[in-house]
């Protein structure tokens, strides 16, 4: 009975330590309550540990704060190289620095994994995007999916992808947000760029620059 619970204890510990070294890996948590699990740790799908209330931040290769979100609950779960972690709830504020307007971001799932050194957050069902200036008409996005790159700071829009900037309406498959407010909209089967729309950021005058590529 002792070598069992000693046993537990181990794997409690290993877990716990493999939820920590992920998340600060990947970010910067603020607050959670983390809940370990213990039984099955050795199997890929298993879940590690649970919690809620996490906040985290993200930074790009050029150091500058690419994202802050913060989720109502998120699951930890072992995958066959690496581990990754399911969010409810998730709130975003994307390209969240001083050198950029940034959007307001949610949905109702999320999910954060990591491609080798790079982290990668994807949310999906229902994202909503929306981003206000003081001098400029409110931007609104919505989608199916939304994936954040942090290497080449943007973010990927597919699936019903639905903008609206004032009186002005568009659709695309795909669309690629960039921090200098520069939208890209690409094809689903080629991503061959169709069309690009630049965001005014200062005045309310200045109009939309889009281009057809």
């Known amino acids: 009975m002792e070598a069992l619970s000693t046993k537990r204890l181990a ?24 809940n370990l699990l213990a039984n099955d740790s050795d199997n890929n799908g298993a879940i590690m ?15 500058q704060r690419l994202y802050s979100l913060k989720v109502a609950e998120w699951t930890q779960y072992r995958d066959t190289e690496n581990t990754h972690i399911e969010l409810l709830l998730p709130e975003m504020r ?6 950029a307007t940034p959007w307001q971001v949610s949905a109702q799932r999320g999910r954060a994994t990591k491609l080798g050194n790079q982290p990668r957050l994807t949310l ?51 669309m690629i947000l960039h921090k200098n407010s520069t ?11 169709l069309s690009t729309l630049l ?5 309310a005058t200045e109009p939309l620059g889009a281009r057809d590529v």
């Open 11 to 34: 794997t409690g510990t290993l877990i716990f330590a493999t939820a920590l070294i992920f998340l600060s890996a990947t970010s910067e948590p603020t607050s959670t309550t983390v």
């Open 49 to 63: 540990a649970t919690g809620t209330r996490m906040q985290m931040t993200e930074y790009a290769n050029s150091g």
């Open 94 to 99: 994307l390209f969240d620095d001083s050198d």
């Open 124 to 174: 999906s069902d229902q994202v909503q995007l929306r981003q206000t200036t003081p001098s400029a008409d409110s931007v609104y996005l919505r989608s199916d999916r939304l994936s954040v790159d942090a290497a080449n700071e943007s973010a990927t829009a597919r699936g019903n992808v639905i903008l609206n900037v004032g009186s002005l309406r568009t659709t695309a498959p795909v």
């Open 183 to 193: 939208l890209e909209f690409r094809r689903e089967d080629n991503l061959r760029v």
């Open 199 to 203: 965001l005014p950021e200062q005045q």
